[in-house]
């Protein structure tokens, strides 16, 4: 088998990599970028421990295959939190106690993050459906849901106090403009 190379974005970082077209995303993830924070459960598409964003789109790492990602832009649960601080998602997670082993939280949250990222106030059963592909053994989803909630809550609040912070300095300049 021929040895191809792909170019990819993952957490905001670009890679080039010589790798076989029969490798998967997990694989490249995990071995070649040593991003293990990507789990593999079942390694067929049944458990949804292994997901990613790739262009903001929710899939599992282990049905994608190296050439299928050439060119796109890759989150993992590495990339989630920024400058040092918990996404509002992992924080929520923690507080609602939403994870008990941990092994399906890392494709939890990246689920999480694709639905709210298109749906910022979803219902208990928008969550639940958005949630569905991936599976936990462990918390029984209630405070799964519940994190969620208060996560998209949170989003909400920062969205919102930002507007507010962009619209409050955008008259302040005006007001300085007209003096
Ligand atoms: S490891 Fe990919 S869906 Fe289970
Ligand atoms: S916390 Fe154990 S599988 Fe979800």
Do not use: W
């Not at 077209?21 to 040593?34: A, F, G, M, S, V």
């Not at 989150?75 to 918990?86: N, Q």
């Amino acid at each position: 088998m021929e040895a191809l190379s792909i170019q990819i974005k993952v957490n905001g970082h670009s890679h080039r990599l010589q790798t076989f077209p029969n490798r998967r995303l997990l694989d490249i993830l995990r071995e070649d970028l040593t991003l293990t924070g990507t789990k593999e459960g079942c390694g067929i598409g049944e458990c949804g421990a292994c997901t990613v964003l790739v262009d903001g789109e929710a899939v599992n790492a282990c049905l994608i295959l190296a050439p299928q990602v050439d060119g796109r832009e890759i989150l993992t649960i590495e990339g989630l939190s920024e400058r040092g601080s918990l996404h509002p998602l992992q924080q929520a997670f923690i507080d609602h106690f939403a994870f008990q082993c941990g092994f399906c939280t890392p494709g939890m949250l990246m689920a999480a993050k694709a639905l709210l990222d298109v749906n910022p106030s979803p219902s208990r059963e928008e969550i639940r459906q958005g949630l569905a592909g991936v599976l936990c053994r462990c918390t029984g989803y209630i405070q799964i849901f519940e994190a969620v909630e208060d996560a998209a809550q949170a989003l909400l609040e920062t969205a919102v106090s930002g507007i507010e912070g962009t619209a409050g300095a955008a008259i302040a300049q005006r007001t300085e403009e007209a003096r």
